[in-house]
């Protein structure tokens, strides 16, 4: 049995990043080679030099939604919204803080108006709002505020300090962290140096984020995440795997999407749907070779999937060799590269 305790590892609360650098491929990068455990200690605009030229870099281009809200109960309280994923025209899966019952209105600002109108079983609201289509995305986005995550207590300066360069279709609630490291000038030098990038989407959920409660790892239960791979991603993946070349994967959405429908030769086809994968050790990685992530939390479903790729020893070794030097956690943090 796996078990969630084994994800366990001790961070100082200083080391938690509660700000971007101001040239964000300034961050340190630590290498850790999944095989034999060595670690290095090297800088994130390095890497046209790590990477092999022939390499084929995988990106999420998803761009985070304006998604909390705020907004008051006709008694004057205050609701925090988070909206999740569209359900129609007029209406969005949400948590809210407090839970509202149904048939509950919240009022935000005097611009937009909501109903509950029913609750999941997993305690999310549907939300009916007093509009709909481009009028009610026009709203969220004049009084939405980008989620930023609750361990970072600093106010975000440049909101697109928390979208990555190549964001393009709105849809997460999280950014896919890794690739905020990356600059347009670091891209470039990537494309000299032979390194092929293709784009797919993910759009992240909060349920990629929210903690394991259960002590048996296979009774915890992923939310579904929406994704998209197109033709052209599909045939230059395919063609980079026959060609013997790497798939290099930045993030662990990357590698929750291109696993989910690659076969049993690391092939996909162009795709659109929902994937729930939880990937645990154990799980035979079929498209993936090396994997550019961040530094994640205790007990998370993403440092279990890091250490399905490169082994639970390995990876807590790498993590406490990054607290001693003192590097930078979480979402604004340092990166690792793993291959």
């Known amino acids: 049995m796996i078990q969630t305790a084994d994800f366990d590892y001790n961070l100082p609360s200083e080391l938690i990043a509660q700000t971007p650098l101001p040239n964000r491929d300034q961050c340190r990068l630590l290498t850790l080679d999944r095989r034999t455990g060595a670690i290095a200690h ?30 008051r109960k006709p008694t004057g309280g205050r609701v925090e919204v988070l909206l999740l994923r569209p359900f129609g025209a007029d209406s969005w899966s949400a948590l809210t803080h407090p839970g509202l019952r149904v048939g509950q209105t919240v009022d935000f600002a005097d611009v937009l108006g909501a109903q509950v109108d029913s609750i999941g079983i997993d305690g999310e609201r ?31 300066q440049r909101p697109d300090d928390y979208q990555t360069v190549y964001a393009a279709e709105e849809g997460s609630v999280a950014a896919p962290t890794a690739g905020l490291h990356f600059s347009h000038d670091l891209l470039e030098r990537l494309r000299t140096n032979g390194i092929e990038q293709v784009h797919l989407t993910l759009h992240v959920g909060v349920g990629t984020f929210r903690p394991v409660k259960v002590t048996n790892v296979a009774e915890h239960r992923m939310h579904a995440e929406w994704f998209r791979i197109s033709d052209e991603a599909a045939t230059r993946i395919n063609r980079a795997k026959g060609d013997g070349r790497r798939i290099v994967a930045v993030g662990t959405t990357v590698v929750r999407t291109l696993e989910s429908v690659a076969d049993a030769a690391g ?31 205790p007990r998370s479903t993403l440092l279990m999937l890091v250490s399905a790729f490169a082994g639970r020893e390995h990876v807590l070794a790498a993590y406490a060799e990054a607290v001693r030097e003192r590097y930078r956690f979480y979402s604004f943090g340092d990166a690792m590269l793993i291959s």
């Not at 709002?129 to 026009?138: H, K, M, Q, T, V």
């Not at 929902?274 to 990937?279: M, N, P, R, V, Y």
Request: aromatic share 8%.
């Open 42 to 71: 090297r800088r994130f605009d390095e890497l046209p030099n790590i990477l092999r030229p022939d390499d084929l870099l995988v990106v999420n281009d998803s761009r985070v939604l304006p998604a909390r809200l705020y907004g």
């Open 126 to 156: 549907i939300l009916r709002f007093n509009r709909a289509g481009s009028d009610l995305d026009r709203a969220i986005h004049q009084i939405g505020q980008l989620p930023i995550p609750p361990y970072v207590k600093t106010p975000l």
């Open 267 to 297: 092939l996909i086809q162009p795709t659109t749907g929902d994937t729930s994968l939880f990937i645990v050790p154990g799980y035979q990685f079929r498209c993936i070779d090396a994997l550019i992530t961040n530094f994640h939390l």
